[in-house]
């Protein structure tokens, strides 16, 4: 996960109606927490993944893209 996400500031999760917020940088960054929210029930990334600058979405949550991108 350190490859992909190595240089995030914030990950965006969405976990069924659950919008979950991570930032890898700070201290209180829980890793197998990170793992397990962004991990789906395949075993793969959740999609959609989507890099905007240094902040990512993962999964999809209509109101929370809207919230965050505009829309």
């Known amino acids: 996960m350190d490859d992909l ?5 914030k ?5 069924g109606k659950k ?3 991570f930032e890898p940088k700070k ?3 829980d890793a ?3 793992e397990k ?3 789906g029930p395949s075993g ?6 989507i890099r905007t600058g240094k902040t990512w ?14 829309g």
């Open 5 to 9: 996400f190595g240089d995030a500031t």
């Open 57 to 70: 979405f993962v999964g999809f949550h209509e109101e929370a893209y809207a919230e965050r991108l505009g």
């Open 37 to 39: 929210a962004v991990i």
């Open 19 to 21: 919008v979950l917020t």
């Open 27 to 29: 201290d209180s960054f």
């Open 44 to 49: 793969n990334l959740r999609a959609p993944t």
């Open 11 to 15: 990950v965006i999760v969405a976990k």
């Open 32 to 34: 197998s927490e990170f």
